[in-house]
């Protein structure tokens, strides 16, 4: 441990006790790697305050010490974000002890929840007060408000609610100084300058610390229904999507998969099966909700809507599911993909966005693009067909390890896939941010005026470079204050 991070720790643990901090190797070792296992980090000591006015001592600290800190949640992101730098030169700062629901009012549709509050309990929770929190993805047990708030993330009810963007009415952060912003007042109204709270939202933990936010809630279920569509192609998936669209605004999710995706699904996750028992180029996954007992119920809805699909061959064969259980086996299926890619052989993953109606085609033909010019490999695209996200993925030669491909043809299928995105008028990253694995591309393909607007942000807020080194975007040079 260097001498400047040796005194920061001592320091904390006078003021603050042994319970701020830790510098316990087998304690600190899970936290050092991301969830894929594709980057590992060092870290002498992991600073865990219990309050946002210990964050802010202790980043006041560590500013004044010139000593950098990677923020850090549940560590589930998917781009390396929260992983310190491999010469231990920062300390880790787990927010996961600040994990109280401050306030939740049913009458305004909103709570207050700090950063360490994992996702599933902060759902549970709303429902209990009969609201819910209408964001959901698969690392819902761990992942954490203050992570989900700083990558933007989105899941799978974009299409209905937005991301998480959408969903924050306020924000409560520690800034590289250690000075707090106090944003969590959900007013609709504030023409003081600049967002801060927006801006805060998605940078990544490089600009500010984020402590607690005002989360809107939406109003609980009623109902739901949950359906399983096979259909011939993503363009036909698309159609449907319109022609329910343009009858009703209850359906939330629908979700796009290729019939490979729900084979390496089946054939590897315990408990799955295919929800159809005819055999379907692609799937769509299909969620309609009521919040009022007095509507129609949502498995007549979807029966009312799917039933001429069917008959004008939009789709070719469909099941509603008949229980709470079963839609949450067809569930089950859409959220294990990351689990069955990982067991099924190394592959190269891109969270990447198109315009919704070149969606389509930008899956088959992306994907063939990325077979053609890498023999050998199976390219797979699936993902959130109403807004556009597609998550493409590119699997390794059969038999080839980890390591092998990551060393070879990786970069340059990421190079192809992103250039490619660009080409289609699409963004490099739709919702798991730019972290430290798409950086690089985000300098390469990033419009100038927006990388350049980007390092003056984190020069004017952070001079020293202290939050997050290496993700999102670095300082130049001669921005860096010594």
Do not use: C
Request: hydrophobic residues 45%; negative net charge; aromatic residues 4%.
């Amino acid at each position: 441990m260097k001498p400047a991070q040796a005194q920061l720790v001592e320091t904390v643990r006078q003021r603050f006790g042994d319970k701020a901090v830790t510098t316990d190797a087998d304690t600190i070792a899970p936290w050092l790697s991301d969830w894929r296992g594709r980057y590992r980090g060092a870290a002498p000591a992991m600073l865990t305050p219990a309050s946002r006015d210990e964050v802010a001592a202790m980043v006041a600290l560590a500013a004044d010490a010139r000593v950098a800190l990677v923020p850090q949640g549940g560590n589930s992101g998917m781009v390396g974000g929260a992983t310190p730098p491999a010469d231990g030169s920062a300390l880790l700062l787990s927010l996961r002890r600040m994990n109280r629901i401050r306030a939740l009012n049913p009458e305004s549709n909103l709570a207050i929840a700090e950063a360490g509050v994992i996702l599933a309990d902060f759902r549970e929770a709303a429902e209990r007060a009969g609201r819910r929190f209408p964001l959901d993805l698969g690392a819902r047990g761990s992942a954490t408000i203050g992570g989900l708030v700083s990558t933007n993330a989105g899941g799978t009810q974009v299409l209905r609610f937005g991301n998480m963007r959408q969903l924050v009415a306020g924000v409560e952060a520690v800034l590289p100084d250690g000075s707090i912003h106090d944003g969590l007042a959900p007013l609709k109204k504030d023409n003081r300058g600049y967002d801060l709270n927006q801006l805060l939202i998605g940078a990544e933990g490089t600009l500010g610390i984020v402590t607690a936010a005002t989360l809107r809630l939406a109003p609980g279920l009623v109902s739901r229904a949950v359906a399983w569509v096979g259909l011939e192609s993503p363009a036909k998936a698309l159609a449907l999507l319109r022609a329910i669209e343009a009858k009703t605004d209850a359906v939330e999710s629908f979700e796009i998969l290729p019939g490979p995706v729900l084979d390496l699904v089946v054939g590897h996750i315990p408990g799955t099966r295919a929800p159809l028992e005819s055999r379907h180029p692609w799937h769509v996954l299909i969620e309609a909700v009521s919040i009022d007992a007095a509507a129609e119920p949502p498995a007549s809805l979807l029966e009312r809507l799917l039933g001429p699909a069917l008959e004008a061959g939009l789709a070719g064969d469909a099941v509603i599911a008949a229980s709470e259980a079963q839609a949450e086996a067809f569930w089950k299926i859409r959220h294990s993909i990351s689990e069955s890619e990982r067991a099924a052989g190394p592959a190269v993953q891109h969270d990447i966005s198109v315009p919704v109606d070149d969606m389509p085609r930008f899956m088959i033909e992306g994907a063939a693009e990325a077979e053609r010019r890498f023999p050998g490999t199976r390219a797979i695209a699936y993902g959130h067909l109403g807004d556009g996200n597609v998550h493409f993925h590119v699997r390794a030669p059969h038999g080839m390890d980890a390591a092998t491909f990551h060393a070879g043809d990786a970069a340059a299928i990421t190079r192809l896939v992103h250039d490619m995105v660009v080409a289609a008028g699409g963004s490099i990253s739709a919702e798991h941010g730019i972290g430290q694995m798409k950086r690089a591309e985000l300098e390469r393909l990033g419009p100038p005026a927006r990388i350049a607007a980007l390092r003056a942000i984190k020069a004017a807020l952070d001079p020293r470079g202290i939050l997050n080194p290496g993700k999102l975007v670095t300082l130049a040079p001669e921005a860096a204050t010594p």
